[in-house]
């Protein structure tokens, strides 16, 4: 990795050393011999690396670095102890120290030591950054390689300021995405702004986003901020931005390349400061093709794509889900704290069209529905059985799986009265009580207690 490196030295023999070995190591180095020089460069954020020589001593802190964007990595060069001196007095991070007079291959071994731990400090700040993220998406989880590079986009795309368009079909978690980037990015504190552009109308959308004016339309009886200005320098995100009708397409293209929003009924343009997001589960280039989305506005949008995976497609991420959920909907009191190996197996073998959405509804459901110590089989929709075995055509099932399948249906349909349920199957209700027992598909006790 090429740095850039700060030498501040009034030495210029020793400083024409150092940009020559610098150079060599494949590095940009810039030398400044002044004061006022180096205030400059700092504030131009033009150095990764400072390089600084004791002919530089007593620098006033609060003077020289206060523009400087960011905390400084440093290099002291000196002789006996007028490096610990410096080092005081300079705010940012010692790389290394180097004693007056050095030979050509001192430096050298020195600027690499200093710039290998460089390379360090930046690889462990971008793991406590991924710890970072983990902590933040706490709605996103899974340990799969496909979700493991959804968190490295992530983590890489949040201290920009560019669009970011996300891709992944319904209840994969689109909208969590974005609120992690946003959550992980430098206006983590400012508004988060999210728009289903599918829920309004065309002439509702418009006012949402851009704002109006007193007397833009009729009912306007009064000025309103559109959420793109609301916003402030935080983030909006425009959820199902496939849906959004050709006229405001072209108009929302325009306020991304301006970076200006006029609102309904307006002659003023006030400026865009909020980094703006977008979501689908539409394929975008269909719709291209189709004539129902804008070409340019999607190559607007798509500076950086994150496609999110069907649940499908990272079924091992499935009991780390089901049991994050469990978590969440089993408070103080609740018996239910585990699931049990049938009904995992069964969570496994189901497709989730629903995506994580579905599973999270499901996993509630079987904790409002269940009474023991774990989630059972039968605690789960009817559905799920059936979409497992309709994954089997050539396998013939038992007549205990028929029944059991019959069974867990009328039970379904019923809302769990044993009494109705057993009229649909046309069968006496102890006969299914019976049934209910040997199959084990629920508490006995729990069915006398209720039905």
């Known amino acids: 990795m090429a740095y850039r490196i700060l030498i501040a030295d009034r030495d210029l023999t020793s400083a024409s050393l150092c940009q020559q070995v610098l150079r060599h190591l494949g590095h940009q180095a810039t030398v400044v011999d002044s004061i006022a020089r180096l205030q400059q460069a700092l504030a131009r954020g033009d150095a990764d690396v400072l390089w600084v020589d004791e002919s530089f001593s007593g620098l006033d802190g609060s003077a020289v670095f206060h523009k400087t964007a960011r905390p400084l990595d440093i290099i002291l060069v000196g002789r ?26 001192e430096l050298s071994s020195t600027l690499q030591r200093a710039l290998e731990r460089k390379m360090l400090n930046q690889e462990n700040a971008l793991l406590r950054k991924r710890l970072q993220a983990r902590l933040e998406l706490e709605g996103l989880v899974g340990s799969s390689a496909k979700m493991q590079r959804v968190y490295d986009l992530i983590v890489k795309v949040a201290s920009a300021r560019h669009p970011v368009l996300i891709l992944g079909e319904s209840g994969t978690g689109k909208e969590l995405v ?15 702004v999210p728009v289903d552009c599918g829920a309004l109308s065309a002439h509702l959308i418009e006012s949402e986003l851009f704002g109006h004016v007193r007397g833009a339309f009729t009912g306007a009886h009064q000025n309103r901020t559109g959420l793109l200005l609301a916003a402030g320098k935080g983030t909006v995100f425009l959820d199902e931005i496939g849906e959004l009708p050709l006229e405001l397409q072209a108009k929302l293209l325009r306020v991304l390349q301006e970076r200006e929003v006029r609102p309904v009924g307006s002659n003023q343009r006030l400026p865009l400061q ?3 997001m977008a979501g689908t589960n539409r394929h975008l280039e269909g719709a291209i093709t189709q004539g129902t989305f ?18 499908r497609e990272r079924k091992e991420d499935i009991p780390a889900l089901a049991y994050h959920f469990l978590r969440r909907f089993t408070g103080e009191g609740s018996p239910i704290e585990d699931i049990s190996r049938e009904a995992l197996t069964c969570l496994m073998g189901y497709d989730w069209p629903g995506n994580v959405r579905e599973l999270e ?31 089997e055509p050539t396998a013939v099932p038992t007549l205990e799986q028929v029944e059991k399948r019959a069974i867990l249906e009328a039970l379904d349909a019923a809302e769990g009265n044993c009494l109705r349920a057993a009229k649909l199957l046309g069968i006496g209700k102890t006969t299914l009580y019976r049934k209910v027992k040997e199959y084990r598909l629920e508490n006995p006790g729990r069915s006398a207690a209720h039905r």
């Not at 340019?296 to 999110?308: G, H, P």
């Open 80 to 105: 006996g102890n007028s490096t610990r001196e410096m080092g005081g007095a300079l705010p940012g991070n010692i790389l290394e120290r180097i004693q007056k007079p050095f030979s050509a291959e």
């Open 274 to 276: 909020a980094r703006v």
């Open 361 to 391: 509804n499901c996993i509630q459901r079987a904790v409002t529905l269940g009474s023991g110590r774990e989630i059972q089989l039968h605690d789960l929709p009817s559905s799920l059985q059936y979409g497992l075995w309709a994954r």
């Open 294 to 311: 804008r070409k340019d506005l999607f190559f607007r949008l798509n500076v950086v794509s994150i496609k999110l995976p069907p649940l």
């Open 178 to 192: 974005a609120r992690a980037i946003h959550a992980l990015g430098p206006a983590s504190q400012e508004p988060f």
